[in-house]
């Protein structure tokens, strides 16, 4: 294991789905694409923002859900980023970085949740109305706190690797669990972190060795 230096999360680019939320219900999610997946211009910037740090693509890991959207992301960073040098990166993929799992809600709308499902719905809203939506696992799928369980055995991967650097291809939750896990943020902070755009490049750099033990070991900056 060596000296983590660089880690930076990419939330897919812009999907199908966010320009109509309907292909849920054709469509499996994890098999739902990119709107534009050769040459979409989120995904393109992004690589040119994690080209411009200059990393030596033998000391990188790219590290990638196993939905297509980001699959195809991950494809467009790495080459705009690194060009023939792409070759050179260790590419992994995980399920422990898909997409928060919806269960039998999955696909609709909460006014058919409501309609269809109105004892769980009801006991939902109680729930959520007193102990935040983390809690909350949706019948059949997760609970943000879920996520966040799978993102820190996730990030147990990352401190086994002999890389300095690593790049993340993930989802919106999941970006934000990463957050939490690596960083020890709260559940208050969860709940009112947003969603990170799509296409974004979030920057993740260790400090400076402090004589202050309290300082903290990492920084956050978004790119993209």
């Known amino acids: ?17 966010n320009d109509d939320p309907s292909i849920y219900r054709t469509t499996p999610d994890h098999a739902i694409s990119l709107t534009r997946p050769d040459d979409d211009a989120g995904a393109l910037a992004a690589g040119r923002a994690v080209q411009a740090l200059g990393l030596d693509p033998s000391q990188v890991t790219s590290w990638c859900s196993t939905y ?16 023939d040098g792409a070759a050179k990166i260790r590419r992994r993929m995980s399920f422990l970085l898909r997409e928060q799992e919806f269960g039998d809600w999955d ?35 997760e609970s943000r706190a ?8 996730f990030i147990g991967k990352i401190h086994r690797t002999s890389h ?13 669990a990463f957050r939490m896990s690596w960083l020890d943020h709260s559940v208050e902070w969860f709940e009112a972190e947003p969603n990170p755009p799509n296409a ?4 993740l750099e260790r400090n400076a060795p402090s004589s202050d033990e309290h300082a903290p070991r990492w920084h956050e900056r978004l790119l993209t």
Request: aromatic fraction near 8%; proline fraction near 2%.
């Open 68 to 83: 297509l959207r980001c699959q195809q992301t991950e494809a467009l960073v790495l080459g705009e980023a690194f060009a």
């Open 1 to 17: 294991m060596t000296d983590l230096q660089t880690i930076l999360l990419v939330r897919h680019a812009r999907s199908l789905a």
């Open 146 to 153: 879920d996520v966040t369980q799978r993102l820190a055995v």
């Open 164 to 176: 300095r650097h690593h790049i993340v291809f993930l989802h919106g939750v999941t970006q934000r």
């Open 107 to 141: 696909s609709m709308t909460e006014a058919e949740v409501a309609s269809t499902d109105p004892l769980r719905y009801a006991r939902r809203k109680l729930l959520t109305d007193a102990l935040g939506r983390f809690y909350f696992r949706y019948p059949g799928g």
């Open 200 to 203: 974004s490049v979030l920057l």
